[in-house]
């Protein structure tokens, strides 16, 4: 059994492409996540040696137990991606993506698209258990590719069988991608399907969410959007468990200093100020939700380009803030 799962229940960072670097792995540490897993990586770029591939297998210590999640279609080839990124970086274990549904990655054959073909998704988890033995392999499947095609229960089994260690379960089909709502009886059904950890995902944005979701028979939940805008759901997840007391937000200043050290941050490790501040834009759109002002906030994001013009902004938010609350 994967050790996290023996004395509690893990809360997870759900890997996000463009999201989840090493750098936000950190961060969401800090608020309480358990389990990290890399943005997705292609076996192919693997054995390229593509530069931006091998960046997203950078992680540092701190943010263990860590897996490296990868995507492809030739099981030979994936087997030996992953043992070569074990050689390389020694992660905690190895994580097999059949659930992306964008259609860049489908088109090839990866993804959600070996929903449809459980005949190659066993001969890929097999041959990846094989190679990376004794490290272990988990999976990420979405509930089906379509509503007329839901196979999570038998999925998951042929994944347990092929040696998978524990599988999350998102609860779209491939067809609904981010869109409508997350099946989680299908889930649940997921979970009494097989002996291994399930571990569910989708429409989880709040303490009580996960709660309320704990009597599905899942041994860990997965956490993506909700934790993109507000990382700390992770402490307020764990607090509620253990209290059945709902923590409120950070104070604004508190989700200023987080923002500020995320881009930092960010800032130090790119070494090039204006193109990471570019890049950081989109979280910082993230980050709006929820937040005073958030329409006039992301106006102002979408063309920050230093930490001095981040600063700027922070201050007038503050103080606006405080100016509508002492009016109020």
Same mark, same amino acid.
């Given at each position: 059994?994967?050790?996290?799962?023996?004395?509690? %229940?893990?809360?997870?960072?759900?890997?996000?492409?463009?999201?989840?670097?090493?750098?936000?792995?950190?961060?969401?540490?800090?608020?309480?996540?358990?389990?990290?897993?890399?943005?997705?990586?292609?076996?192919?770029?693997?054995?390229?040696?593509?530069?931006?591939?091998?960046?997203?297998?950078?992680?540092?210590?701190?943010?263990?137990?860590?897996?490296? !999640?990868?995507?492809?279609?030739?099981?030979?080839?994936?087997?030996?991606?992953? /043992?070569?990124?074990?050689?390389?970086?020694?992660? $905690? %274990?190895?994580?097999? =993506?059949?659930? *992306?549904?964008?259609?860049?990655?489908?088109?090839? =054959?990866?993804?959600?698209?070996?929903?449809?073909? *459980?005949?190659? @998704?066993?001969?890929?988890?097999?041959?990846?258990?094989?190679? *990376?033995?004794?490290?272990?392999?988990?999976?990420?499947?979405?509930?089906?590719?379509?509503?007329?095609?839901?196979?999570?229960?038998?999925? #998951?089994?042929?994944?347990?069988?092929?040696?998978?260690?524990?599988?999350?379960?998102?609860?779209?089909?491939?067809? !609904?991608?981010?869109?409508?709502?997350?099946?989680?009886?299908?889930? &649940?059904?997921?979970?009494?399907?097989? /002996?291994?950890?399930?571990?569910?995902?989708?429409? @989880?944005?709040?303490?009580? $969410?996960?709660?309320?979701?704990?009597?599905?028979?899942?041994?860990?939940?997965?956490?993506?959007?909700?934790?993109?805008?507000?990382?700390?759901? %992770?402490?307020?997840?764990? +607090? %509620?468990?253990?209290?059945?007391?709902? @923590?409120?937000?950070?104070?604004?200043?508190?989700?200023?200093? +987080?923002?500020?050290?995320?881009?930092?941050?960010?800032?130090?490790?790119?070494?090039?100020?204006?193109?990471?501040?570019?890049?950081?834009?989109?979280?910082?759109? &993230?980050?709006?939700?929820?937040?005073?002002?958030?329409?006039?906030?992301? #106006?102002?994001?979408? +063309?920050?380009?230093?930490?001095?013009?981040?600063?700027?902004? &922070?201050?007038?938010?503050?103080?606006?803030?405080?100016?509508?609350? @002492?009016?109020?």
């Amino acid at each position: 059994m994967l050790p996290w799962f023996q004395d509690r %229940f893990p809360l997870y960072l759900a890997p996000m492409a463009g999201v989840t670097d090493t750098v936000f792995r950190q961060l969401a540490k800090e608020h309480g996540a358990d389990v990290m897993v890399t943005e997705f990586v292609s076996a192919e770029g693997i054995f390229r040696r593509n530069e931006r591939t091998l960046e997203y297998l950078e992680f540092e210590p701190a943010e263990r137990p860590l897996g490296v !999640q990868l995507f492809g279609a030739d099981p030979e080839h994936l087997g030996e991606a992953a /043992r070569l990124v074990i050689e390389w970086k020694q992660p $905690d %274990f190895i994580d097999l =993506n059949f659930g *992306c549904p964008v259609n860049k990655i489908v088109s090839k =054959n990866g993804g959600s698209s070996l929903l449809r073909d *459980c005949p190659l @998704l066993e001969k890929v988890a097999r041959a990846v258990v094989r190679a *990376c033995a004794p490290v272990p392999v988990t999976a990420k499947i979405r509930i089906g590719w379509s509503a007329e095609t839901v196979n999570a229960p038998v999925t #998951a089994r042929i994944l347990e069988d092929a040696g998978i260690a524990a599988v999350a379960v998102h609860g779209r089909t491939k067809e !609904q991608g981010y869109s409508g709502v997350a099946d989680w009886d299908v889930i &649940a059904q997921t979970a009494a399907a097989v /002996r291994i950890p399930v571990i569910g995902n989708g429409d @989880l944005a709040s303490a009580g $969410d996960v709660a309320s979701r704990m009597n599905t028979g899942v041994r860990g939940v997965m956490l993506g959007r909700a934790a993109m805008s507000a990382p700390w759901i %992770f402490a307020e997840i764990k +607090h %509620f468990l253990a209290t059945g007391e709902l @923590l409120p937000p950070p104070p604004l200043e508190a989700q200023w200093a +987080h923002i500020r050290r995320h881009c930092a941050l960010h800032v130090a490790r790119r070494g090039d100020e204006a193109a990471a501040m570019h890049s950081m834009r989109s979280r910082l759109m &993230a980050y709006s939700r929820g937040m005073p002002d958030a329409k006039a906030l992301r #106006a102002r994001f979408s +063309h920050v380009g230093t930490l001095s013009e981040l600063d700027a902004i &922070a201050a007038e938010n503050l103080t606006r803030t405080a100016e509508t609350a @002492l009016v109020h």
